[in-house]
């Protein structure tokens, strides 16, 4: 598009929109003959706020408020501006997922400065767009800034912005100032010191770091994403800021929905922050260690480098952001769960058959008066004479259709006292133990009812045993934070004696809990209750469980005093496989669960 | 970087030659000598072709080394880059001054390693290389060669690159010690 004479500024916006809707096609080449998209929505007078153009990854679609590219003076750009746009949904972020990690791991490169994450996302994509076209096709993208710099006048560029402009000129190969225009602002971009020459070597450092970055990720937005954050971090101020030069955005609008689902299990979220200074990737001199004098006085063992993993509390941070209105720990712990799903237990089911009739044999006096076949003995002969005309059907059972075997329910009281962490803030290893059992009962047919309980009075619970798995999570992340008072008469109700005979339904018992459940079994309760839970557990016929927050060794004093149900301590998240396994094999001798055949 | 600078072809044609490099230059049997003789024997014909070449020249014992002599030839003998060094004051010495250039650079890395993989090395090579013999890209003044040079050499970086690796490592270790005692100080609350 070069070459094309540029509107004067209040020109014919037709004229504009039939150069935009020219250069589509063109656009659209660049980013591989395969590709289509509906032809872009060209707004005459904007959506109301200084954006150049926009992209939706709901609906594919790519938009352009030809009145700002008027005010920029960069209608001759059309080509440019529309294969940025498309560069979105093909290079970065490409996917409603991807875009969800690009910002989850841009907020991990930020650390204490998450409110830039949303604007340090663009940045990252659009750094990685520009230099594909710029490189592979040459198209003029330094343009872009240096006319709306123009157009915008010159007003004081902060470090951030610097960096990133520098970051251009490095990677295109312009002089130096071609972007920038000279030295960077303080640091608020008005006020405060200026910049030093120490800090602007560090600035030009990291461009350098930034520009070598780009290349090593020039494929993987969200690999790069909190690298290219974690330069960035310090040249940002703590408060949040606007645009700086030509905007373009993101549709954020459309994030809900179902996509986001399998985000809270993509290991990608946790993975540690690796800052581009010390990826040998990037940096040749990464590697090299700190010299002696750089040690800190360690009078501990020091810990590598960030190991801290992706909790409710982060992915709850990263809806807030992306505008999603899903239960964060619900999508957690369904997460987390899927990990280590259990096979349940199955119940064989009783095989009722019809009896199929095989012929007729003689009835005689003494025989059960209710084996006579009265109808076939008439037709045989009118006169009936015991004995000698009298008939009995001869029955024998019929071969025994394939059935299917009926799961065990679970029943799932959940301790949500003061002394148990809170799941929504806290990745709690008991509620994804508890989450496993429920998801496999769920999984092989079986209904699950969890109950919540903390001090008397606080229990809420699912209606009833149900089958609906957002109901069952979001009951298991509900917190209370109050007493402990096990709810003992629950439990006699749902379980009375003679139970499982009456309706052919064995249940499992589980409780989760800590040294609470002691109350279960009769502490602070009525006397009459003491026995309760022992009672129940037979009535519910399908064994029981209790997964506890305690020490090995509380576990086995637990022990002494619940009678049959098995205890599974569980003190640290990284025992919940161990558990999941132990659940499966010691309670219904399954050794190795499906989920783990399945996950080599 | 010498002085008196000659105009030369464009970086994207000397890039392009480096991008072709022969397998042949790895041969072990390969006479560095004879090869850089050879190279300034275009340069400047001797009056006598069986006069000793470059008698201040020593090359380099390791083969990484001599790998880069090798390659710092093969772009010389570039007919752009030859014809545009005929011409100009004292031409061996320019190649010399090119060649350690390129030896100086590819000290630690291998050029196997980038040559054909990161077009940023790819041209600080070329660059280095230029600076030595004395060539100005076409197209480029001295004062935008310079500043390339500043944007794309690892040598002119590796004290800041260094550092920012140190503080990098010494930011994690600090944070990591007052999160440990910060964890410690709570198990004592």
Redesign the interface.
């Known amino acids: 598009m070069r070459g094309r004479p540029r509107l004067r500024p209040g020109e014919a916006t037709d004229a504009l929109r039939e150069r935009f809707a020219e250069a589509w096609p063109q656009a659209l080449a660049l980013w591989g003959p395969a590709l289509r998209l509906h032809d872009p929505d060209l707004h005459p007078a904007g959506r109301g706020e200084p954006t150049l153009a926009w992209f939706s990854l709901g609906d594919a679609s790519v938009s352009v408020d030809l009145a700002e590219v008027s005010r920029l003076g960069l209608d001759d750009l059309a080509v440019p501006i529309l294969a940025h746009e498309i560069g979105h949904h093909v290079l970065a972020p490409a996917t409603r997922t991807d875009n969800a990690l690009v910002l989850a791991r841009v907020r991990a490169g930020l650390g204490d400065r998450p409110r830039h994450g949303a604007m340090v996302a663009n940045l990252w994509c659009d750094t990685l767009v520009n230099d594909r076209l710029r490189r592979r096709h040459e198209l003029p993208m330094e343009q872009v800034y240096l006319r709306s710099a123009a157009a915008g006048g010159r007003r004081p560029t902060p470090p951030w912005w610097w960096l990133w402009m520098r970051t251009f ?2 990677l295109w ?1 312009l ?2 100032a071609t972007l920038t225009g000279g030295d960077p602002a303080p640091f608020d971009g008005r006020h405060g010191p200026p910049i030093d020459d120490s800090t602007r ?2 600035l ?3 461009a ?2 930034l ?2 970055h780009t ?1 090593a990720f020039a494929t993987d937005p969200v690999g790069g994403a909190a690298g290219f954050a974690a330069v960035l971090r310090p040249w940002l101020p703590e408060q949040a800021i606007g645009g700086h030069g030509p905007a373009c955005g993101g549709d954020t609008d459309d994030v809900g929905g179902e996509p986001l689902g399998g985000l809270a299990g993509d290991p990608r979220l946790g993975a540690p922050v690796v ?1 581009p ?2 990826d040998p990737r990037v ?6 260690g ?2 002696a004098d ?3 006085p ?1 009078e ?1 063992p ?5 190991g801290q993993g992706y909790g409710p509390a982060e992915l709850a941070g990263l809806y807030a952001a992306l505008g999603s209105t899903r239960d964060a720990a619900v999508d957690y712990y369904r997460a987390q769960a899927r990990r280590h799903q259990v096979p349940f237990p199955v119940q064989p089911a009783q095989r009722h058959t019809e009896p199929e009739l095989t012929g007729w044999d003689g009835w005689n006096v003494g025989d059960p008066l209710t084996d006579l076949d009265w109808q076939h003995t008439v037709l045989r002969s009118p006169v009936v004479v015991p004995g000698v005309t009298t008939l009995r059907r001869l029955d024998e059972p019929a071969p025994t259709p394939p059935g299917r075997d009926r799961p065990v329910d679970l029943d799932l009281y959940v301790d949500c006292s003061g002394s148990m962490p809170n799941p929504r803030t806290t990745a709690s290893p008991a509620t994804i133990a508890a989450a496993v059992l429920a998801l496999s009962a769920l999984r092989v047919g079986g209904q699950v009812q969890v109950t919540v309980w903390s001090g008397p009075g606080q229990v809420a619970r699912t209606a009833g045993f149900v089958r609906d798995e957002d109901e069952v999570l979001t009951a298991l992340v509900t917190h209370f934070g109050g007493g402990t008072s096990f709810p003992l008469p629950l439990l006699a109700a749902d379980h009375p004696p003679g139970r499982a005979e009456r309706t052919s339904r064995r249940v499992h018992i589980c409780c989760l809990s800590d040294s609470g459940v002691e109350s279960m079994f009769g502490v602070g309760q009525r006397d009459s209750d003491s026995g309760v839970a022992h009672a129940a557990l037979e009535s519910a016929g399908g064994g029981g469980s209790l997964i506890l927050v305690v020490p090995a060794v509380w576990a086995s004093h637990v022990q002494d005093y619940c009678g049959n149900y098995v205890v599974y301590p569980v003190p640290e998240l990284t025992d919940v496989v161990p558990f999941a396994r132990a659940f499966a094999a010691r309670t219904w001798g399954v050794g190795v669960t499906r989920s783990a055949k399945e996950s080599r | 970087m010498s002085t008196d600078l000659t105009p030369g072809p464009p970086l994207v044609v000397v890039v392009a030659r480096l991008r072709s490099v022969p397998d042949e230059l790895a041969d072990p049997r390969l006479s560095l000598p004879a090869l850089v003789a050879d190279t300034a024997d275009r340069l400047a014909p001797a009056a006598d072709p069986w006069s000793e070449p470059a008698p201040n020249w020593q090359p380099p014992s390791d083969e990484v080394g001599a790998q880069a002599v090798a390659i710092g030839c093969w772009l010389v003998l570039d007919p752009p880059v030859t014809t545009c060094l005929r011409g100009s004051s004292d031409p061996v010495g320019r190649l010399h001054a090119g060649l350690a250039e390129l030896v100086t650079l590819t000290a630690d890395s291998p050029p196997a390693h980038w040559i054909g993989a990161d077009p940023e090395r790819e041209e600080e090579a070329v660059r280095a290389l230029c600076r030595g013999l004395g060539v100005l890209f076409d197209g480029e003044s001295e004062a935008t060669a310079a500043d390339r040079w500043a944007a794309v050499s690892t040598a002119a970086r590796r004290q800041a690159l260094r550092d920012a690796a140190r503080a990098e490592e010494l930011a994690q270790q600090l944070a990591a010690k007052a999160a440990a005692e910060a964890a410690a100080r709570a198990a004592y609350v």
């Open positions: 000129e490095l190969a002089p130096t070597r560090r030009e450092a990291d350098w770091l520009s070598r290349r800052p200074a010390l940096n040749p001199e990464a590697g090299r700190l010299a750089d040690e800190p360690a501990t020091l810990p590598g480098p960030s």
